[in-house]
Protein backbone atom coordinates (compact mmCIF):
# COMPACT_ATOMS: atom_id res chain seq x y z
CA UNK A 1 0.00 0.00 0.00
CA UNK A 2 0.97 3.64 -0.72
CA UNK A 3 2.10 6.08 1.98
CA UNK A 4 -0.13 8.84 3.20
CA UNK A 5 -0.43 11.43 6.04
CA UNK A 6 -3.51 12.33 6.05
CA UNK A 7 -6.58 10.24 4.33
CA UNK A 8 -10.15 11.82 3.98
CA UNK A 9 -12.89 9.30 3.29
CA UNK A 10 -16.64 8.95 2.81
CA UNK A 11 -17.85 12.33 2.46
CA UNK A 12 -21.00 13.12 1.33
CA UNK A 13 -20.20 15.04 -1.61
CA UNK A 14 -16.73 15.47 -2.12
CA UNK A 15 -16.45 18.76 -4.57
CA UNK A 16 -13.45 18.75 -6.32
CA UNK A 17 -13.78 22.07 -8.48
CA UNK A 18 -11.34 20.50 -11.22
CA UNK A 19 -10.88 21.82 -14.93
CA UNK A 20 -9.38 25.11 -13.74
CA UNK A 21 -11.02 28.68 -14.10
CA UNK A 22 -14.67 28.43 -15.21
CA UNK A 23 -16.54 30.84 -18.00
CA UNK A 24 -19.62 32.01 -18.29
CA UNK A 25 -22.20 29.83 -18.69
CA UNK A 26 -19.81 27.01 -17.34
CA UNK A 27 -19.72 28.58 -13.86
CA UNK A 28 -20.48 26.51 -11.01
CA UNK A 29 -19.38 23.37 -12.26
CA UNK A 30 -18.30 21.49 -8.94
CA UNK A 31 -17.74 18.32 -10.24
CA UNK A 32 -18.78 15.95 -7.25
CA UNK A 33 -17.29 12.72 -6.20
CA UNK A 34 -20.16 10.78 -3.72
CA UNK A 35 -18.53 8.91 -0.79
CA UNK A 36 -15.26 10.92 -1.82
CA UNK A 37 -11.72 10.51 -0.58
CA UNK A 38 -9.10 12.65 -0.14
CA UNK A 39 -5.16 11.57 -0.11
CA UNK A 40 -2.42 13.73 1.33
CA UNK A 41 1.13 13.97 2.04
CA UNK A 42 3.34 16.33 3.02
CA UNK A 43 1.79 19.96 1.91
CA UNK A 44 0.15 18.82 -1.07
CA UNK A 45 -2.96 16.40 -2.83
CA UNK A 46 -1.87 12.67 -3.86
CA UNK A 47 -5.21 11.40 -5.54
CA UNK A 48 -9.00 11.89 -5.27
CA UNK A 49 -11.24 9.51 -5.80
CA UNK A 50 -14.00 7.07 -4.65
CA UNK A 51 -13.46 6.04 -0.79
CA UNK A 52 -13.44 2.39 -1.52
CA UNK A 53 -10.28 2.79 -4.04
CA UNK A 54 -8.59 4.87 -1.89
CA UNK A 55 -8.80 3.12 1.49
CA UNK A 56 -7.47 0.32 -0.08
CA UNK A 57 -4.67 2.40 -1.65
CA UNK A 58 -2.96 3.83 1.20
CA UNK A 59 -1.89 3.15 4.37
CA UNK A 60 -2.40 6.62 6.16
CA UNK A 61 -0.71 8.11 9.34
CA UNK A 62 -4.40 9.49 9.69
CA UNK A 63 -7.69 8.82 8.75
CA UNK A 64 -10.61 11.66 9.00
CA UNK A 65 -13.82 9.52 8.54
CA UNK A 66 -16.01 12.20 7.05
CA UNK A 67 -19.32 10.52 6.51
CA UNK A 68 -22.34 12.89 6.52
CA UNK A 69 -19.96 15.75 5.57
CA UNK A 70 -19.31 17.83 2.47
CA UNK A 71 -15.28 18.43 1.81
CA UNK A 72 -14.23 20.94 -0.76
CA UNK A 73 -11.64 23.12 -1.86
CA UNK A 74 -10.67 26.25 1.07
CA UNK A 75 -12.39 29.75 0.15
CA UNK A 76 -9.77 32.19 -1.49
CA UNK A 77 -10.79 35.43 -0.92
CA UNK A 78 -9.19 37.42 -3.74
CA UNK A 79 -10.04 41.13 -2.39
CA UNK A 80 -9.67 41.89 1.38
CA UNK A 81 -8.05 45.36 3.42
CA UNK A 82 -7.19 43.14 6.58
CA UNK A 83 -4.71 45.37 7.38
CA UNK A 84 -5.57 48.66 9.37
CA UNK A 85 -6.19 50.35 12.84
CA UNK A 86 -8.65 51.05 14.95
CA UNK A 87 -12.43 50.97 13.63
CA UNK A 88 -15.04 53.46 12.08
CA UNK A 89 -18.18 52.47 14.34
CA UNK A 90 -19.45 55.88 14.21
CA UNK A 91 -19.93 56.68 10.42
CA UNK A 92 -22.15 53.57 10.42
CA UNK A 93 -24.68 55.44 12.26
CA UNK A 94 -23.94 58.49 9.89
CA UNK A 95 -25.09 56.32 7.10
CA UNK A 96 -28.17 55.42 8.97
CA UNK A 97 -28.98 59.28 8.91
CA UNK A 98 -28.47 59.61 5.12
CA UNK A 99 -25.28 61.31 4.94
CA UNK A 100 -23.29 58.67 1.70
CA UNK A 101 -19.95 57.28 1.05
CA UNK A 102 -18.22 59.84 -0.40
CA UNK A 103 -19.91 62.57 1.91
CA UNK A 104 -18.62 60.91 4.71
CA UNK A 105 -14.80 60.95 2.74
CA UNK A 106 -15.21 64.36 1.44
CA UNK A 107 -15.66 65.26 5.50
CA UNK A 108 -12.51 64.00 6.57
CA UNK A 109 -14.46 60.08 7.71
CA UNK A 110 -13.97 57.10 5.75
CA UNK A 111 -10.71 55.90 4.43
CA UNK A 112 -9.16 59.40 5.62
CA UNK A 113 -9.96 58.60 9.04
CA UNK A 114 -8.47 54.91 9.13
CA UNK A 115 -5.23 56.34 7.54
CA UNK A 116 -4.81 58.49 10.56
CA UNK A 117 -5.41 55.44 13.18
CA UNK A 118 -2.97 53.73 10.67
CA UNK A 119 0.17 55.98 10.87
CA UNK A 120 0.02 56.25 14.08
CA UNK A 121 0.61 52.45 14.66
CA UNK A 122 3.67 50.74 14.96
CA UNK A 123 4.42 47.16 13.01
CA UNK A 124 3.74 44.91 16.24
CA UNK A 125 0.23 46.73 16.65
CA UNK A 126 -0.76 46.54 13.11
CA UNK A 127 -0.49 42.78 13.15
CA UNK A 128 -1.50 42.68 16.95
CA UNK A 129 -5.11 43.80 15.47
CA UNK A 130 -5.03 41.70 12.48
CA UNK A 131 -4.67 38.66 13.78
CA UNK A 132 -7.62 38.13 15.74
CA UNK A 133 -9.51 38.90 12.25
CA UNK A 134 -7.41 35.96 10.43
CA UNK A 135 -8.27 33.69 12.74
CA UNK A 136 -12.28 34.35 12.23
CA UNK A 137 -11.52 34.08 8.42
CA UNK A 138 -9.92 31.18 8.75
CA UNK A 139 -12.74 29.59 10.86
CA UNK A 140 -15.11 30.20 8.41
CA UNK A 141 -12.91 29.05 5.82
CA UNK A 142 -10.97 30.88 4.04
CA UNK A 143 -7.41 29.40 3.75
CA UNK A 144 -5.78 32.30 0.87
CA UNK A 145 -6.32 36.09 1.03
CA UNK A 146 -5.68 38.90 -0.88
CA UNK A 147 -4.65 41.45 0.93
CA UNK A 148 -4.04 45.32 0.28
CA UNK A 149 -1.87 48.49 1.83
CA UNK A 150 -3.73 51.27 1.35
CA UNK A 151 -4.46 52.92 4.71
CA UNK A 152 -0.67 54.44 5.07
CA UNK A 153 -0.83 56.62 1.31
CA UNK A 154 2.76 57.97 2.34
CA UNK A 155 6.04 55.51 1.77
CA UNK A 156 6.87 54.96 5.44
CA UNK A 157 3.70 53.50 6.24
CA UNK A 158 2.51 51.88 3.05
CA UNK A 159 6.13 49.98 3.15
CA UNK A 160 5.00 49.05 7.49
CA UNK A 161 1.87 47.87 6.22
CA UNK A 162 3.37 45.18 3.58
CA UNK A 163 5.66 44.03 6.19
CA UNK A 164 2.81 43.22 8.32
CA UNK A 165 1.63 41.27 5.24
CA UNK A 166 4.48 39.67 4.72
CA UNK A 167 5.49 38.60 8.13
CA UNK A 168 1.68 37.46 8.86
CA UNK A 169 1.72 35.61 6.08
CA UNK A 170 5.20 34.01 7.52
CA UNK A 171 2.99 32.65 10.67
CA UNK A 172 0.29 31.21 8.63
CA UNK A 173 -1.86 29.27 8.59
CA UNK A 174 -3.91 31.54 6.34
CA UNK A 175 -1.87 32.57 3.39
CA UNK A 176 -1.55 36.09 2.59
CA UNK A 177 -1.46 37.47 -0.96
CA UNK A 178 0.10 41.35 -1.18
CA UNK A 179 -1.27 43.98 -3.26
CA UNK A 180 0.00 47.99 -3.06
CA UNK A 181 -2.93 50.08 -3.17
CA UNK A 182 -0.98 53.57 -2.87
CA UNK A 183 -3.49 54.61 -4.86
CA UNK A 184 -6.65 54.17 -2.00
CA UNK A 185 -7.46 58.06 -1.44
CA UNK A 186 -5.51 61.22 -1.93
CA UNK A 187 -3.71 62.15 0.88
CA UNK A 188 -5.35 65.09 2.81
CA UNK A 189 -1.66 66.94 3.26
CA UNK A 190 -2.64 66.16 -0.92
CA UNK A 191 -5.75 67.91 -1.32
CA UNK A 192 -5.78 70.29 -4.14
CA UNK A 193 -2.35 68.69 -5.60
CA UNK A 194 -3.72 65.37 -6.57
CA UNK A 195 -1.56 64.75 -9.82
CA UNK A 196 1.85 65.66 -7.16
CA UNK A 197 0.53 62.87 -5.24
CA UNK A 198 0.43 60.65 -8.17
CA UNK A 199 3.68 61.71 -9.04
CA UNK A 200 4.63 60.88 -5.49
CA UNK A 201 3.32 57.27 -6.32
CA UNK A 202 4.98 56.56 -9.78
CA UNK A 203 8.49 58.62 -8.96
CA UNK A 204 9.25 57.63 -5.30
CA UNK A 205 6.64 55.13 -3.89
CA UNK A 206 6.52 52.06 -6.33
CA UNK A 207 10.37 52.03 -6.71
CA UNK A 208 10.97 52.05 -3.04
CA UNK A 209 8.64 48.92 -2.80
CA UNK A 210 10.37 47.65 -5.94
CA UNK A 211 13.62 48.41 -4.25
CA UNK A 212 13.30 46.53 -1.05
CA UNK A 213 10.85 43.82 -1.83
CA UNK A 214 13.15 41.58 -1.24
CA UNK A 215 13.94 42.10 2.84
CA UNK A 216 10.21 42.45 3.17
CA UNK A 217 8.95 39.83 0.83
CA UNK A 218 11.60 36.96 0.19
CA UNK A 219 11.93 35.35 -2.85
CA UNK A 220 8.56 36.03 -3.60
CA UNK A 221 7.18 37.58 -6.42
CA UNK A 222 6.47 40.93 -6.59
CA UNK A 223 3.23 42.45 -5.03
CA UNK A 224 -0.01 43.45 -7.17
CA UNK A 225 -0.59 46.96 -7.42
CA UNK A 226 -4.21 48.34 -7.62
CA UNK A 227 -5.79 51.61 -8.03
CA UNK A 228 -9.46 52.79 -6.71
CA UNK A 229 -10.58 54.56 -9.80
CA UNK A 230 -13.47 56.31 -8.77
CA UNK A 231 -14.90 59.88 -8.66
CA UNK A 232 -13.30 61.37 -5.54
CA UNK A 233 -10.28 59.28 -5.34
CA UNK A 234 -8.08 58.42 -8.82
CA UNK A 235 -9.49 59.60 -12.63
CA UNK A 236 -9.19 56.92 -15.52
CA UNK A 237 -6.41 59.15 -16.58
CA UNK A 238 -4.49 59.27 -13.20
CA UNK A 239 -5.11 55.39 -13.16
CA UNK A 240 -3.49 55.22 -16.33
CA UNK A 241 -0.61 56.87 -15.25
CA UNK A 242 -0.13 54.68 -12.23
CA UNK A 243 -0.70 51.43 -13.53
CA UNK A 244 1.45 52.07 -16.54
CA UNK A 245 3.89 53.11 -14.13
CA UNK A 246 3.67 50.17 -12.29
CA UNK A 247 3.50 47.67 -14.60
CA UNK A 248 7.42 48.93 -16.50
CA UNK A 249 8.49 48.25 -12.76
CA UNK A 250 7.60 44.49 -13.47
CA UNK A 251 4.09 44.30 -11.31
CA UNK A 252 1.18 42.66 -11.67
CA UNK A 253 -2.27 44.71 -11.87
CA UNK A 254 -5.51 44.99 -9.90
CA UNK A 255 -8.42 48.00 -9.87
CA UNK A 256 -10.79 49.20 -8.03
CA UNK A 257 -13.56 49.98 -11.02
CA UNK A 258 -17.43 50.87 -11.22
CA UNK A 259 -18.43 50.69 -7.62
CA UNK A 260 -20.11 53.95 -7.95
CA UNK A 261 -19.61 55.12 -11.55
CA UNK A 262 -18.21 53.32 -14.95
CA UNK A 263 -15.30 55.35 -15.63
CA UNK A 264 -13.80 52.87 -17.85
CA UNK A 265 -11.51 51.32 -15.20
CA UNK A 266 -12.70 48.04 -16.62
CA UNK A 267 -11.81 48.66 -20.04
CA UNK A 268 -8.27 49.47 -18.87
CA UNK A 269 -7.69 47.08 -16.47
CA UNK A 270 -8.25 44.57 -20.05
CA UNK A 271 -6.07 46.64 -22.03
CA UNK A 272 -3.02 46.34 -19.36
CA UNK A 273 -3.79 42.63 -18.49
CA UNK A 274 -4.73 43.49 -15.11
CA UNK A 275 -5.67 39.94 -13.05
CA UNK A 276 -8.47 41.33 -11.91
CA UNK A 277 -11.52 44.24 -11.94
CA UNK A 278 -13.26 44.53 -8.53
CA UNK A 279 -16.59 45.66 -7.47
CA UNK A 280 -18.25 45.86 -11.25
CA UNK A 281 -21.52 47.73 -10.40
CA UNK A 282 -22.01 49.79 -12.53
CA UNK A 283 -19.65 48.63 -15.67
CA UNK A 284 -20.32 49.85 -18.59
CA UNK A 285 -21.63 47.31 -21.12
CA UNK A 286 -19.35 47.41 -23.60
CA UNK A 287 -16.38 46.83 -21.29
CA UNK A 288 -18.36 44.23 -20.06
CA UNK A 289 -17.74 42.38 -23.08
CA UNK A 290 -14.25 43.65 -23.08
CA UNK A 291 -13.77 41.67 -19.87
CA UNK A 292 -15.60 38.66 -21.27
CA UNK A 293 -13.42 38.21 -23.85
CA UNK A 294 -10.06 38.43 -21.62
CA UNK A 295 -8.31 36.60 -18.84
CA UNK A 296 -8.70 39.35 -16.49
CA UNK A 297 -11.36 37.93 -13.97
CA UNK A 298 -14.50 39.80 -12.74
CA UNK A 299 -14.12 40.30 -8.95
CA UNK A 300 -17.71 41.12 -7.20
CA UNK A 301 -17.72 42.22 -3.55
CA UNK A 302 -21.95 41.75 -2.34
CA UNK A 303 -20.86 43.24 0.98
CA UNK A 304 -19.84 46.75 0.14
CA UNK A 305 -23.62 47.39 -1.11
CA UNK A 306 -24.95 45.29 1.41
CA UNK A 307 -22.98 47.28 4.33
CA UNK A 308 -23.68 50.69 2.41
CA UNK A 309 -27.54 49.72 2.17
CA UNK A 310 -27.40 50.16 -1.72
CA UNK A 311 -29.59 48.12 -4.04
CA UNK A 312 -27.28 48.06 -6.93
CA UNK A 313 -25.05 44.42 -6.71
CA UNK A 314 -22.81 43.49 -9.64
CA UNK A 315 -24.66 42.48 -12.22
CA UNK A 316 -23.25 38.84 -12.14
CA UNK A 317 -26.29 37.13 -14.71
CA UNK A 318 -24.49 39.77 -17.76
CA UNK A 319 -20.76 39.23 -17.15
CA UNK A 320 -21.66 35.47 -17.08
CA UNK A 321 -23.52 36.11 -20.47
CA UNK A 322 -20.33 37.72 -21.73
CA UNK A 323 -18.13 34.56 -20.91
CA UNK A 324 -16.23 36.53 -18.05
CA UNK A 325 -14.31 34.48 -14.88
CA UNK A 326 -16.80 35.69 -12.16
CA UNK A 327 -15.10 35.61 -8.44
CA UNK A 328 -16.36 36.66 -5.32
CA UNK A 329 -14.24 38.63 -2.53
CA UNK A 330 -15.37 39.97 1.18
CA UNK A 331 -13.74 43.39 0.62
CA UNK A 332 -13.33 43.11 4.49
CA UNK A 333 -12.10 46.74 5.47
CA UNK A 334 -13.10 48.86 8.68
CA UNK A 335 -15.60 51.05 6.77
CA UNK A 336 -18.14 49.37 4.52
CA UNK A 337 -17.61 45.63 4.64
CA UNK A 338 -16.22 44.51 8.05
CA UNK A 339 -16.62 40.78 7.16
CA UNK A 340 -15.04 37.85 7.64
CA UNK A 341 -17.09 34.76 6.91
CA UNK A 342 -16.82 34.01 2.83
CA UNK A 343 -19.90 32.08 3.50
CA UNK A 344 -21.77 34.88 4.20
CA UNK A 345 -20.55 36.17 0.88
CA UNK A 346 -21.91 33.51 -0.61
CA UNK A 347 -25.69 33.94 0.91
CA UNK A 348 -25.33 37.46 -0.23
CA UNK A 349 -24.50 36.61 -4.17
CA UNK A 350 -26.67 34.05 -3.81
CA UNK A 351 -29.42 36.47 -2.81
CA UNK A 352 -28.66 39.59 -4.63
CA UNK A 353 -26.54 38.59 -8.03
CA UNK A 354 -28.83 35.64 -8.34
CA UNK A 355 -26.04 32.89 -8.48
CA UNK A 356 -26.78 29.36 -7.24
CA UNK A 357 -24.83 27.68 -4.90
CA UNK A 358 -22.82 25.93 -6.85
CA UNK A 359 -21.71 28.90 -9.23
CA UNK A 360 -21.16 30.87 -6.00
CA UNK A 361 -18.84 27.79 -4.54
CA UNK A 362 -16.96 28.14 -7.87
CA UNK A 363 -16.83 32.11 -7.68
CA UNK A 364 -15.33 31.56 -4.28
CA UNK A 365 -12.61 29.09 -4.76
CA UNK A 366 -11.21 28.30 -8.12
CA UNK A 367 -12.48 31.16 -10.03
CA UNK A 368 -11.27 33.34 -7.19
CA UNK A 369 -7.93 31.56 -6.84
CA UNK A 370 -7.45 33.31 -10.71
CA UNK A 371 -8.22 36.01 -9.53
CA UNK A 372 -4.98 36.11 -7.28
CA UNK A 373 -3.33 33.76 -10.21
CA UNK A 374 -2.77 31.05 -8.20
CA UNK A 375 -4.94 28.67 -9.40
CA UNK A 376 -2.32 26.43 -10.30
CA UNK A 377 -1.87 25.82 -6.82
CA UNK A 378 -5.38 26.18 -5.00
CA UNK A 379 -8.86 26.74 -5.60
CA UNK A 380 -9.42 22.89 -6.10
CA UNK A 381 -8.74 19.52 -5.31
CA UNK A 382 -6.64 17.74 -7.39
CA UNK A 383 -3.59 15.94 -7.62
CA UNK A 384 -0.34 18.12 -6.99
CA UNK A 385 -2.27 20.83 -6.07
CA UNK A 386 -1.96 22.17 -1.98
CA UNK A 387 -3.84 20.47 0.19
CA UNK A 388 -6.38 23.40 1.31
CA UNK A 389 -9.61 22.13 1.99
CA UNK A 390 -12.71 22.38 4.09
CA UNK A 391 -14.91 20.49 5.82
CA UNK A 392 -18.65 21.10 6.60
CA UNK A 393 -20.76 20.18 8.96
CA UNK A 394 -23.78 19.25 6.67
CA UNK A 395 -23.91 16.37 4.09
CA UNK A 396 -25.18 18.91 0.67
CA UNK A 397 -23.25 22.04 -0.73
CA UNK A 398 -26.23 23.86 -0.99
CA UNK A 399 -26.74 24.39 2.94
CA UNK A 400 -23.82 26.87 1.66
CA UNK A 401 -25.50 30.38 0.49
CA UNK A 402 -29.17 28.95 1.85
CA UNK A 403 -28.20 29.39 5.58
CA UNK A 404 -26.46 32.46 6.84
CA UNK A 405 -25.60 34.18 10.32
CA UNK A 406 -23.77 30.86 10.72
CA UNK A 407 -20.83 28.92 10.73
CA UNK A 408 -21.09 25.77 8.36
CA UNK A 409 -17.48 24.89 8.96
CA UNK A 410 -16.11 22.39 11.28
CA UNK A 411 -12.50 20.98 9.60
CA UNK A 412 -9.81 23.31 8.07
CA UNK A 413 -6.66 21.52 6.50
CA UNK A 414 -4.20 24.21 5.21
CA UNK A 415 -1.17 22.76 3.13
CA UNK A 416 -1.74 19.30 4.42
CA UNK A 417 -2.14 20.14 7.93
CA UNK A 418 -4.94 20.03 10.03
CA UNK A 419 -5.56 24.00 11.55
CA UNK A 420 -9.14 23.99 12.35
CA UNK A 421 -10.71 20.33 13.98
CA UNK A 422 -14.19 20.32 15.71
CA UNK A 423 -14.19 24.54 15.36
CA UNK A 424 -11.31 24.30 18.15
CA UNK A 425 -7.51 26.20 16.86
CA UNK A 426 -4.98 23.38 15.95
CA UNK A 427 -2.44 25.05 14.27
CA UNK A 428 0.99 25.71 16.00
CA UNK A 429 2.40 28.84 14.07
CA UNK A 430 6.28 28.59 12.12
CA UNK A 431 7.36 31.32 13.93
CA UNK A 432 6.01 29.67 17.52
CA UNK A 433 8.29 26.58 15.95
CA UNK A 434 11.52 27.94 14.57
Known sequence: MAQADLLITN???????????????????LSVIEEGAVAIAGSGIIEVGASGDLSQRYKPERIIDASGRVVLPGFVDPHTHLIWAG?????????????????????????????HATRKTSLEDLKAQARPRMRMMLAHGTTTAETKTGYGLQTETEL???????????????????????????????DGKEDDYVTLLCDEMLPEVKMQWKSIGGDRDLPFVDVFCEEGAFSLEQTRRILESALALGFPLKIHADEFKGLGGTGLAVELGAASADHLVHTPKQDILALGRSNTVAVALPCTPFGLAETSYTPAAAFLEAGAVLALASDLNPGTAWCESMQFVLALACRYMHLTPAQAI????????????????????????????????????RHLGYRFGGNLVDTVIKRGEIAIEGGQETWTSRRSKS
Request: a negative charge.
Open 11 to 29: ASQLLTLAGGPQRGDQLGS
Open 362 to 397: AAATINAAAAIRREDRIGSLEPGKQADLIILSVADY
Open 160 to 190: RMLRAIMQLDDEGPLELAPTFLGAHAIPPEY
Open 87 to 115: DRAAEFEMRLSGMSYMQIMAAGGGIRATV
